[in-house]
């Protein structure tokens, strides 16, 4: 039996088609196609996904199913409540894709929910049954398994702690529209506006000899013993691990998972943010573990494929 | 059909009988027994249900079964994962009362979870799915009601939001030994604690005069305008305003449901609170709901039958 993972993304879509164990059989791109209102994009993904299975000679009674990460809030019914990077207003891409299929059951599911699934069932939080997976990329983000289960929540906002309130003093405004915000701290966008602001108030920083100053600048120089980049570091950990002890004192998980850009720098990235998060944590979660994502930007087509499987078993 | 929900205190045993559909028949105490690690308290209970059944001529048949609130972690398998204040080190309270009820069906949840269940059933909470009741009493806690479960999470910590860290400058301990603990702050304990310091920096306020100062004194001061009085009142609905915030941006609830002691205040405390949580809350989840608890000290029996009753639908 097949299951296809798709994942959309605001420039390419991934499409994977696996077995129902989860090994990944084939993957491509296609490109995704945002002009009127995104209205040819999930045409383009049947077309493709009707395209690998006649080439390799699969009938639909063989495919259990095709799972669907979007970039915006999918309501519990499978309708995607608006995605501004598709062009998408309201639309219930479960039952259209349905339809495109033929009858091939869709799931739908928030693409930072479904690249927590992907880790949970094939990644970093393998094992485990309630796996937090936080992307430190843009922006930062969360996606929550509990028992295994994405926990979407009511307005489809489950996970969106890059939106904490966690400083008072910050003048600048976060994309939201409010001030303070965690992904003002600890996204990559983050780390280089924190580095620029600790260079105007130093002058011994091998930084400054940098321009276009990046993410990785920032960590390698951190590593290297810099004080200004390690200054910055630190507050990506104060905010990020202060943060994920609200977080464990409200859900109460197993393990958190790091992904995104800004966890490339690798075990110094967990380190800092577990340093604080020790320290903040209620007792009863002080020992949940830290660990790196694996799956990278396939993450989203497993966390689909998964989630397929699982609404074919219900 | 009868069902029994217990709710056990660290003074008493509150014990009711209900109707498969909650209508309360009859409610009763009795007192817990700590002495030897709190050996004798589920032989109690167990004498006191089959007490009520004999009076009433209830057969075991008739008994779909016991729901019981218990003050400490309670693991997955309904094991109780110890209990200072009975004196309880970890215990199988599921099947100790199975037993000692002859095998009728015994649930066991943690009691701010099982409140939480309650309000979500018949109190507050009633008709939404995703319930948090937050109590503030002694010290803040929480339950927390997804799609009408309770959220246990990995070590029976969900919803122990009074241990957020909410203030690197505070010096003195909170009860966990951290300091700068919500509860520090939005406790009844805490809005006295919070009261005695600014007294000290002021002249100016009617609280001056009263010995043994309470948390109802400092609201009632505050609602007749006393400057004083209103600063706390402040600091109580920004900390914990914030930290809802938090709590909507990571399990995204529809209602929030205030009790405990603090909220017989009324209407001033949705007041406070919800001012600074929709000023730091995440626009998808700015409008969740903040009402009042209805059920009282009586919620932890609701909660305890509704666990049984949907226990027993599995």
Redesign the interface.
């Known amino acids: 039996m097949h299951v296809f993972g798709v994942d959309i993304g605001g420039t390419t879509v991934k499409i994977g088609r696996f077995t129902e164990d989860g090994n990944i059989k084939n993957k491509w791109e296609i490109p995704t196609r945002k002009e009127n209102d995104g209205e040819l994009i999930l045409q383009d993904i049947a077309d493709s996904i009707h395209r690998e299975m006649g080439i390799n000679d699969i009938g639909a009674s063989e495919v259990i199913g095709i799972g669907i990460g979007v970039p915006g809030?999918v309501l519990e019914n499978g309708v995607v409540n608006g995605c501004v990077n598709l062009g998408w207003k309201q639309k219930d891409v479960t039952t259209e894709m349905q339809e495109l299929m033929h009858g091939i059951p869709a799931y739908v599911g928030n693409d930072a929910n479904v690249a927590a699934l992907g880790e949970y069932w094939k990644g970093g939080g393998k094992g485990f049954?309630?796996v937090i997976m936080v992307t430190l990329g843009t922006g930062v983000g969360?996606g929550?398994i509990?028992q295994g289960k994405i926990?979407?929540?009511?307005?489809?906002?489950?996970?969106?702690?890059g939106?904490?309130?966690v400083n008072d003093e910050e003048t600048e405004l976060c994309g939201?529209?409010?001030a303070g915000c965690l992904e003002q701290y600890a996204s990559a966008t983050g780390v280089v506006r924190m580095a620029n602001k600790v260079l105007n108030t130093t002058d011994k920083s091998v930084l400054k000899d940098l321009s276009n100053l990046s993410c990785k600048d920032v960590f390698d120089a951190a590593k290297e013993g810099d004080p200004a980049a390690a200054s910055v570091v630190e507050q990506l950990g104060k905010t990020l691990g202060?943060?994920l002890?609200?977080?464990?004192?409200?859900?109460?998980?197993?393990v958190f998972v790091i992904g995104g850009g800004v966890s490339k720098a690798g075990q110094i990235v967990i380190d800092v943010v577990q340093k604080y998060y020790k320290k903040?944590a209620?007792?009863?979660?002080e020992n949940?573990e830290f660990k790196l994502a694996v799956l990278s930007n396939d993450a989203g087509m497993y966390g689909a494929v998964k989630m397929a499987i699982d609404g074919n078993a219900k």
């Open positions: 809030p049954n309630n969360a929550i509990l926990l979407a929540g009511t307005n489809g906002a489950g996970g969106e702690i939106h904490f309130h939201c529209g409010k202060t943060a002890a609200h977080v464990s004192a409200t859900v109460d998980p197993e903040y209620f007792h009863a979660t949940a």
